[in-house]
């Protein structure tokens, strides 16, 4: 079936470092893509999205490009702040209304 | 504009109680989802409601969970009875239905069953 597939964690870096979460995805058609971001105690948080292949979604000097070649929706920031430490779930929608399918979650901490 | 609403954010009950969660959406969404998220695990749907008309109830285990939107607004999620498996957090969002719209999520209700 439909799955979201992302990079296991604990994801620890310093503060200033490069980030990559990897995800990818398996479905029919080609359904929009989001990364959420859960801070400690907390709900999900919308950080970008893309809805069709090439689109490129940003937010807060996040990235990450909708690529239906790979099947893949890989998350990336150049400088990662202390204040960005939470967890990212990536995740699948479909056709107007149709339920998301979240990957595990990555957890990200980042020290000073 | 205000966000999703729950309540409440903290329950502890013991196996075999019952307890009852409630959402309001964002004013105006017409669609309303219920998530289960388990410690460590990405939400996954339990029911999705299209206004006051369920869309999707293929993963709620219906022998104890049920869920009602009587109205097509606020809606109403309830165990009975709770087993410590149902230990988790409940995530209600919501999202309107043009185009591939982003779901919006509430704070969620964290359950602890003992």
């Known amino acids: 079936g439909d799955s979201v597939t992302q990079m296991e964690g604990p994801v620890t870096l310093s503060e200033e470092a490069f980030l990559t979460i990897n995800c990818t995805y398996t479905?029919?058609?080609?359904?929009?893509l989001f990364w959420y971001v859960q801070y400690p105690g907390e709900g999900l948080q919308l950080l970008l999205k893309?809805?069709?292949?090439?689109d490129k979604g940003s937010n807060k000097g996040f990235e990450a490009t909708y690529r239906k070649e790979t099947t893949s929706f890989h998350l990336e920031k150049g400088s990662v702040q202390v204040s960005d430490s939470a967890v990212y779930f990536c995740?699948?929608?479909?056709?107007?209304?149709?339920?998301?399918?979240f990957g595990k979650g990555t957890t990200l901490s980042v020290s000073s | 504009e205000a966000g999703v609403a729950q309540s409440p954010r903290y329950k502890i009950i013991e196996k075999r109680q019952s307890v009852a969660f409630w959402c309001n959406p964002i004013?105006?969404?017409?669609?309303l989802y219920w998530y289960q998220q388990i410690l460590g695990q990405g939400p996954k749907l339990l029911i999705q409601?299209?206004?006051?008309?369920?869309?999707?109830d293929s993963q709620l285990p219906k022998d104890r969970f049920s869920a009602e939107r009587l109205k097509g607004v606020d809606s109403t999620l309830k165990i009975q009875p709770a087993k410590l498996e149902d230990s988790a957090v409940y995530l209600c969002?919501?999202?309107?239905?043009?185009?591939?719209?982003?779901?919006?999520f509430g704070p969620g209700t964290r359950l602890l069953v003992l």
């Open positions: 969002a919501s999202s309107s239905i043009r185009g591939q719209e982003t779901q919006y």
């Open positions: 479905a029919t058609g080609y359904p929009s």
């Open positions: 893309a809805t069709k292949a090439d």
């Open positions: 995740a699948r929608g479909g056709q107007a209304g149709t339920a998301l399918i």
């Open positions: 004013s105006g969404h017409a669609t």
């Open positions: 409601f299209q206004n006051n008309g369920v869309v999707d």
